[in-house]
């Protein structure tokens, strides 16, 4: 079992950047594939990028591509989210995902959740 901690949520102005961090307790961080998702308000949650368990591969929804990063460090038992050009459509509660079976892109593949971080961008 593995519990997550989202931090690095606030807010910021259009065209700015953060930087998600998400802290995994226990000592198999890498044997699961990460993802961020975000749910808006009166919105369903929503995929934002994955990252296989060794950081080869990563994967990224449409509307982030170019401008969010997903990275991990598994000797810090850590995933990030680096969020550039930022934009009011980003504003949501930013959620880490752990996935032991796989790295998925839809919120049933995964097995533990954080409890969020609130991401507002300001127009």
């Known amino acids: 079992q593995v519990q997550l901690a989202e931090s690095g949520g606030g807010l910021v102005q259009t065209g700015g950047s953060l930087r998600l961090s998400c802290a995994a307790s226990g000592r198999t961080f890498s044997r699961y594939g990460m993802g961020w998702f975000r749910q808006a308000p009166g919105k369903e949650r929503e995929f934002v990028a994955a990252i296989s368990r060794i950081g080869g591969s990563t994967y990224y929804s449409d509307s982030v591509k170019g401008r969010f990063t997903i990275s991990r460090d598994n000797a810090k038992n850590t995933v990030y989210l680096q969020m550039n050009s930022l934009k009011p459509e980003d504003t949501a509660v930013y959620y880490c995902?752990?996935?032991?079976?796989?790295?998925?892109?839809?919120?049933?593949?995964?097995?533990?959740w954080g409890q969020g971080t609130q991401v507002t961008v300001s127009s």
């Open positions: 995902a752990a996935d032991l079976l796989r790295v998925g892109t839809a919120s049933p593949d995964y097995d533990y």
